[in-house]
């Protein structure tokens, strides 16, 4: 078998699962991850980073949504214990977080990462806009 993946929407496919389980030849590798994140949280998460974006200065520079991501993923892996993986950048002048992947996040860990982006910016006076056609 190569690779496959299966939602466990129904009985039906929680069957096929065990099934494939049950066939699977040893060294198979088998993973289990949590629900994906829903795409009102990733509107919810695309409109905070944007208020941090407008409305804040972090040590002098104004950065993108997409910085403030990073930054933000960050702390949700040094609050949940995930190991860091940072090595240096490819001229040796600073270092690129290896670990900052958002798009394989889980509904929970989602919702921890909104979390903490709404305390940040509670710390530091952001008031908050809602996603466009999204009610709170």
Do not use: C, Y
């Amino acid at each position: 078998m190569g690779r496959a993946l299966l939602v466990l929407a129904n009985d039906s496919f929680r069957q096929k699962a065990i099934d494939w389980i049950r066939r699977a030849p040893f060294d198979t590798r088998v993973e289990f991850k949590g629900p994906k994140r829903t795409l009102p949280q990733n509107d919810r998460m695309w409109a905070m980073l944007t208020d941090l974006s407008v409305q804040l200065v972090w040590h002098g520079q104004r950065m993108a949504p997409d910085d403030w991501k990073l930054v933000m993923l960050d702390a949700l892996r040094r609050e949940t214990g995930e190991q860091l993986r940072i090595v240096p950048n490819s001229d040796g002048t600073g270092f690129v977080n290896l670990s900052t992947s958002s798009s394989d996040l889980s509904k929970d860990e989602m919702t921890a990462l909104i979390e903490i982006i709404f305390a940040f910016g509670a710390q530091h006076g952001v008031e908050w806009t809602e996603p466009k056609g999204k009610a709170a």
